[in-house]
């Protein structure tokens, strides 16, 4: 995993802010991959927050803001299903 614990740390208390205290996060795609290098960093969350639109937004901006990068955020809150969130659930990391 290519993100400080502290970073981890940070990461996942914003997401929990805007988008609910139950809230679980994976990192995924570069940053997941010791391997790789450079990248932004994407989080995949799950939340049971019905209304997401303005929180994601909110999150997301905080993000890169405490994280100085380029933040990718996917949220399911099992409204509809897309592949990407299997995806970044099978190969991410979780972080919380």
């Not at 290098?37 to 989080?43: I, P």
């Not at 099992?78 to 969130?85: D, K, N, S, T």
Request: charged share 30%.
């Amino acid at each position: 995993m290519r993100i400080d614990s502290n970073s981890a740390r940070l990461a996942v208390g914003v997401v929990r802010k805007h988008l609910g205290e139950s809230a679980n996060v994976w990192l995924f795609g570069s940053r997941a991959d010791d391997a790789q290098k450079g990248g932004d960093v994407d989080l995949y969350v799950e939340t049971d927050a019905a209304e997401i639109t303005l929180p994601v937004a909110r999150a997301r901006g905080e993000l890169c803001d405490v994280l100085g990068r380029h933040v990718d955020l996917v949220v399911n809150n099992h409204r509809r299903a897309e592949p990407i969130f299997d995806v970044a659930k099978t190969h991410g990391v979780r972080l919380a």
